[in-house]
């Protein structure tokens, strides 16, 4: 596990599937190597998908820009985002 703790920075999710979000990062971590971005992300999905159905997309790494849309009209683009930060 990581040392120090991440923050959420910004979301539109209840708070607890923040809570839960914070969980499957936390145990991912336990299981991949800090470094291996894809297997984190993978395993957040999967179980965001298995949990809350629908399509989601997870992005884990660090240095990189990112933009992101969605609407609660459409159920196939996911209708909840959350913006992590470790800083």
């Not at 998908?49 to 989601?56: C, I, L």
Request: proline residues 3%; contains cysteine; aromatic residues 10%.
């Amino acid at each position: 596990m990581l040392e120090g703790k991440a923050m959420i920075k910004e979301t539109d999710m209840p708070e607890k599937m923040q809570r839960q979000a914070m969980a499957s990062a936390s145990h991912a971590l336990d299981l991949y190597d800090v470094s291996d971005c894809i297997s984190i992300a993978a395993y957040i999905k999967k179980e965001f998908d298995e949990r809350y159905g629908g399509v989601w997309q997870c992005v884990v790494g660090s240095n990189f820009g990112c933009f992101f849309t969605h609407t609660k009209a459409r159920p196939a683009i996911p209708k909840t985002a959350l913006f992590v930060s470790s800083d």
